[in-house]
């Protein structure tokens, strides 16, 4: 038999549940405040009526309005709700059979708590042979089966039971809460079917998913869900489903006052037997049943007896221990005081009654990551607490605690944190390490140098208007060498230039000289090339002085006047009868066209328009001052907003490398780098 919850999302097809996985499962319903955790329970419940009995846990009195529909017996409203009385009433429901609200809103925290451990106790005892089905629902449910240090575990033990066993009596559980976080992973991790609505507290989607085994895709989705939406999963659904919880039958009084119906007809002649009966129970029963108050009152007194027995034994033990097994950390702490009290130095000097506040503890703690000081804190406040609780408070693994552990001692480097016993239980030894005779006249010695360190820093009150001239002068100086420096950057490049006119001439001196050599090879040519010299360096004007455009020489005159002196030269050495032949004329061919001594150069401009261009724009922003690959340069260009694949920016960065831009170098793990060229620096404006 299926029971109707509401539509799926977006599909809008009706959504079931098999009544008999919700009766006899373990449900988990969450939310956040005001997104309808208990407007689906109260679904949940008008739809199961009939079919088990059913007795909810009603912290706040808002499930009291089912009786506009529904014969719901209400403990603290039709009748008182005691203490005494809470056994008797497991076995007087069970024996009706009918369905009872208890009601907790008018009743003192710890004292309802109490009720509902002994009730559920009884109840889940007579359950192992009546084995009648009921459906239980438990609102506010991190009150009663907290995480260890939420707070008290009063009724923890017994839903443990019920989430572990209570399938094989015949009892179904509805664990409500609104911070999965809170609740202890013991019930969490038993609860196989899930209803979840509106949850953003990264601490309870982290516990839903390691606890809970809801998929990340899943969780992820969560913190959208609108009021009323909620997301199925676990056992009683064939695979993850969102839907939109449809309308209840009754008044859900969390958004309106509290009206309580009067109690059905069938259940007047209960109440009028059970009132009648709870006097004598009260009567009987009181004697063996020890008052709360007397309980605390009780528990305080052993606690604070064996507290104080333990802090006489450490105080005796304290200093013959820290000779024993710290003398050799004893200079250690005095040098380290030392530097503790330079560096608070311009801060009040105040008591330290708090072993945290210790100036060394303090100091240690700064050199934990964030996570492992909390631990600390959360031991030293609480201690005793297990591994898995430590790892629900910080949101964390429980192997991640021991690595924790060893890290904050090897920071102390003393034992600070144990752990012991089984489960795993760790407890702080700050107080044993610190709070000994030694460490308090070294408080005392930190105290003297503080009120040193105070008069001192009058002084500096005094003397500050002198540093504060010292520091503008300084301002001063240093703007000076900033403009030095700017100086000796001009004067270098001027050097730089002046090298490369240096260069220039050196070039034109040599050859200068490479041509005289050659008019030594043969006399006849000697007048000859020094009219070839004198006619070039008549063409030749200095460097500084020469005009942009040098007119060309007239070759052929050139030619001309060689031919004329050469054949001048020929004649005067007329050959004898003797002499060998010598050749009549000589033909010589000199082409001298255009002399230009500026050093062309190619100017790039950056059009970021194009991928050239903004790769460009990038070496003027002094980007390629440094070696580069192509995966920086490809994340550069998105920085600038230019979004550019990477396979067309390797190409572009070669071409640049071909126009003599880049220089390109592959290093040992097959990565290109690329440089800029020092002189295609200059080049791009």
Known sequence: MSIEIGHVLPTHESFSLDIANVITGRTFIASITRF???????????????????????VEGEYSSLREKFPFLIIGKDIPLQLETAEFMAEKILESKISV???????????????????????????????QPYLIAVEEAEEFGPERGIATTTCLEILRNITKKGGKRGIGILVITHRPAWISKGIISQC????????????????????????????????????????????????????????VKTTHLGFTPEIIPPSPKELQGVIESLKKALPEVIEKIKPTVTPIEDIKKKVKEEVEAKYKERIETIQRTAEEKAERKFKAKIDQLQEHIEKLSRSQALQPTSPISDVLEHPIIKTRMLELPAKDRDMLIKIEREP????????????????????????????????????????????????RLFITDVAKREIEELERLQRTINQQSETLALLQPQIDE?????????????????????????????????????NVKQEREELMATAKVAAPLKTAINLIIDERMANLKPLTNMPANVPSI????????VEDKIKEEMA???PTPNSGSIPTSVSLEHKVTHFDFQKPEEHFKADTTNLQGRIIFLITRGFFDQRHNRKEVVTELSNNGWVHDD?????????????????????????????????AKAQIH
């Open 384 to 431: 005793g607490l297990t591994r898995e609780q430590l790892a629900a408070f910080l949101t964390t693994s429980t192997n991640n605690i021991a690595s924790m552990v060893d890290r904050i001692n090897r920071v102390f480097r003393a034992t600070a944190i144990i752990g012991e016993g089984k489960p795993m239980k760790y407890k702080s030894l700050l107080k």
């Open 36 to 58: 309808g955790k208990s407007w689906t329970c109260r679904k949940i419940i008008e739809k199961c009526f009939g079919h088990a009995g059913i007795i909810i846990i009603d």
């Open 192 to 247: 196989t079917s899930k209803a979840l609505g509106r949850i953003d507290w990264p601490s309870d989607l982290d516990v839903l998913e390691n606890f809970a085994r809801i998929p990340h895709q899943t969780i992820e989705k969560l913190p959208t869900l609108a009021k009323g939406e909620f997301c199925f999963a676990g056992d009683w659904v064939k695979a993850i489903t969102f839907v939109k919880v449809g309308q």
């Open 572 to 574: 005067m050495l007329t």
């Open 101 to 131: 609200i208890i009601d907790l809103s008018m009743t003192e925290v710890e004292l309802g708590k109490e009720y509902v451990n002994h009730f559920l106790r009884r109840f889940f005892f007579l359950e192992t042979t009546l084995r």
């Open 554 to 561: 007239d070759e052929s005159a050139i030619m001309k006047k």
């Open 647 to 679: 396979r067309e920016v390797d190409a572009t960065l070669l071409e640049l490398c071909g126009k003599g831009i880049f220089y390109r170098k592959i290093s040992s793990g097959n990565v290109f780098w690329y440089t800029l060229q020092p002189e």
């Open 470 to 506: 010292l520091r503008r002068k300084r301002m001063e100086v240093n703007e000076k060498n900033h403009e030095l420096e700017t100086l000796n950057s001009d004067i270098r490049k001027k050097d730089a230039k002046i090298t490369e006119l240096t260069s220039l001439y050196e």
